[in-house]
T-cell receptor, first 114, second 113 residues
Framework: DTGVSQNPRHKITKRGQNVTFRCDPI?????LYWYRQTLGQGPEFLTY????????KSRLLSDRFSAERPKGSFSTLEIQRTEQGDSAMYLC????????????FGPGTRLTVL | QKEVEQNSGPLSVPEGAIASLNCTYS??????FFWYRQYSGKSPELIMF????GDKEDGRFTAQLNKASQYVSLLIRDSQPSDSATYLC?????????????FGSGTQLTVLP
């Protein structure tokens, strides 16, 4: 158990709809990352939070994507006006220790855009 | 050139053999290196990390790092069918403050009973 949960585990939506995913780490995980993974590829970095501050965003993160981490606890990733190309596994990862880069992944949310 | 490169496979080895998985990276200043295992439909699971040149052993797994050659490998001894999965190499680049990981595309390993 990595101490990271994600909900929902699966989401099917129609093109143009908005979707929101949630990541819940246990309280002492201060750094939180969102990645996206498509079939046959490794995860790609989307954005990063240090506590509640969003410190870096990938250029992959278009204006349709927004992420928050209120109070430095859980985080949400919202995709507006979904497109078929958004279909992927969305992964949340956290670090348990401030001195290490080791990241542990949650189970992911699989998004299918029809 | 991709930042982290892995042979996509598939790599097949018989049960009990040694599986050797390789990874090269382009950022010479990279400091941290990770191997994740990913079963189909599941999220990546950390197997090992290595920071220093040389070998690091953990049970049946050995990670090897050669920073001069920009090369990191994972050896799996006494391979078991349950080791069949995709293995992802990840590198923490030297630039950027986020310390996010850059992943290869993964090598698919099949251990044949």
């Amino acid at each position: 158990d990595t101490g990271v949960s994600q909900n929902p585990r699966h989401k099917i939506t129609k093109r143009g709809q908005n979707v929101t995913f949630r990541c819940d780490p246990i309280s002492e995980h201060n750094r939180l990352y969102w990645y996206r993974q498509t079939l046959g590829q490794g995860p790609e970095f989307l954005t990063y939070f240090q506590n509640e501050a969003q410190l870096e965003k990938s250029r992959l993160l278009s204006d349709r994507f927004s992420a928050e981490r209120p109070k430095g606890s859980f985080s949400t990733l919202e995709i507006q006006r979904t497109e078929q190309g958004d279909s992927a596994m969305y992964l949340c990862a956290t670090t348990r220790d401030k001195s290490t880069d080791t990241q542990y992944f949650g189970p992911g949310t699989r998004l299918t855009v029809l | 050139q991709k930042e982290v490169e892995q042979n996509s496979g598939p790599l097949s080895v018989p049960e009990g053999a040694i599986a050797s998985l390789n990874c090269t990276y382009s950022d010479r200043g990279s400091q941290s290196f990770f191997w994740y295992r990913q079963y189909s439909g599941k999220s990546p699971e950390l197997i090992m990390f290595i920071y220093s040149n040389g070998d690091k052993e953990d049970g049946r797994f050995t990670a090897q790092l050669n920073k001069a050659s920009q090369y990191v490998s994972l050896l799996i001894r006494d391979s078991q069918p349950s080791d069949s999965a995709t293995y992802l190499c990840a590198v923490n680049p030297s630039s950027g403050s986020a310390r996010q990981l850059t992943f290869g595309s993964g090598t698919q390993l099949t251990v044949l009973p």
